[in-house]
């Protein structure tokens, strides 16, 4: 039987405090964001989620790495580390993960499921209209950020229908 540590217990202020997608949030909100999210383990080589499941929580990377995987299980797409989101988008609008994540290492995520979202919504509106424009502005960020690989993209989808 092998011995396996407990999972660390994160300050949930602190960790939000050091997310970039909450930049714009008082101590005020951060403390509503907190009070709201469950801190969830996920140890090293394990997945947090894969593609295909459905994405329902909006995570805030606490403590460790991930590594992002396409779903046919090629060669890894990138990292992502303290201080990164994950599945935003779903408390925009209903979907599933494209990509899979992994553990590199011990992670703790804070975890702000869709229902604790919904509920969040009714008991404190600003917060969630204010987690919902930064939602937003970071999807904008994206977009403009894939602008180049984006066309690229729609040339080689446009020249694939006319061939």
Not at 32 to 49: E, H, M
Not at 77 to 96: H, K, M, N, Q, Y
Request: net charge negative.
């Amino acid at each position: 039987m092998t011995f396996q540590a407990p999972p660390e217990v994160v300050d949930k202020m602190e960790a939000l405090r050091a997310m970039p997608l909450l930049r714009e949030f008082t101590d005020v909100g951060l403390r509503i964001l907190a009070d709201v999210s469950q801190q969830k383990s996920i140890g090293r080589g394990t997945y947090a989620f894969r593609a295909g499941d459905a994405s329902d929580a909006l995570y805030f990377v606490a403590k460790g790495r991930l590594q992002l995987l396409p779903r046919d299980g090629g060669a890894p797409l990138g990292e992502i580390t303290a201080g990164d989101t994950l599945g935003g988008f779903c408390l925009l609008t209903e979907g599933e993960h494209l990509l899979s994540a992994m553990a590199i290492n011990d992670v703790e995520l804070l975890e702000l499921s869709q229902e604790a979202f919904e509920n969040l919504k009714a008991s404190h509106p600003r917060t969630a209209l204010k987690l919902t424009v930064a939602l937003a502005q970071d999807l904008a960020e994206r977009l403009r950020e894939a602008k180049g690989p984006l066309r690229e993209f729609l040339v080689w989808q446009i020249s694939k229908r006319q061939a």
